[in-house]
């Protein structure tokens, strides 16, 4: 169990309130994740759902005709904000995800530790989601892995200029990050329909995680927790979807 402060959960709450105009969530306690639906009527699904995420991949069909994920990111200039749940990078105009001929725009990434996800009960020590929206409004979300090893470079830009209080959008002169240096080398992926891991938890999203995790170093990993020691929602039960694997 990770206690913070009680002056810095009441500064992050006292900011947040500040700027944000969603009501109050959290992790843990009275407004942890088994009482989001109660917290505001928007938020129903939380409870109501029943294709949510994150979940536990136990068992996945390979699938041959799976289509390949192809990514076009590029450089952009450094843009955080710290939403008081999670540190995202925001980046719009940064390209775009195609799925068998379908364009997705990349919005955002951000973090969870440790990762929603799980693979055959095994959470890893971090998650990034890379959120990506198509003209609909529809959205696919990649989720890459990492475990603790090598000292992540691509990572460092992110984690040396994370905001330390929530509040809004901060951007960081003279740094550009490309988010295609944070994908592994190999975009296998398991492939489900889920929801939002956080309120209001709205399902038809269509996630892909990244089967090839890639790493970071105990140190990245302990500077994102100073920030963030426990940002993940249970896993969800699978209500019959099927997993697909595309190797
Ligand atoms: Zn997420």
Known sequence: MS??????VLLS????????ETPHWAYEGAHGAAHWAEIDKSYSECKLGHAQSPIDIRTAKVDKNAPALEFAYQPKPLALVNNGHTVQVNEAGAGTLTIGGHVYQLAQFHFHTP?????????????AHFVHKDEAGKLAVVAVLFK?????????????????????????????????????ARLGYYHFMGSLTTPPCSEGVSWYVLTTPVELSRA?????????????????????REVTERL
């Open 13 to 20: 709450c006292l900011s947040l309130a500040a700027w944000a």
């Open 148 to 184: 603790v090893g090598k000292e992540n470079t691509a990572l460092k830009p992110v984690l040396d200029n994370m905001p330390i209080a929530a509040g809004p959008e901060h951007s960081v002169a003279g740094v550009s990050v490309n988010p295609a240096d944070l994908l592994p």
């Open 115 to 127: 990762s929603e996800e799980r693979i055959k009960g095994k959470p890893y020590d971090l998650v």
């Open 220 to 240: 990245q990993l302990a500077e994102f927790r100073t920030l963030y020691q426990h940002n993940a929602r249970p896993v969800q039960p699978l209500n019959g």
């Open 3 to 8: 206690v913070r402060p009680l002056s810095a």
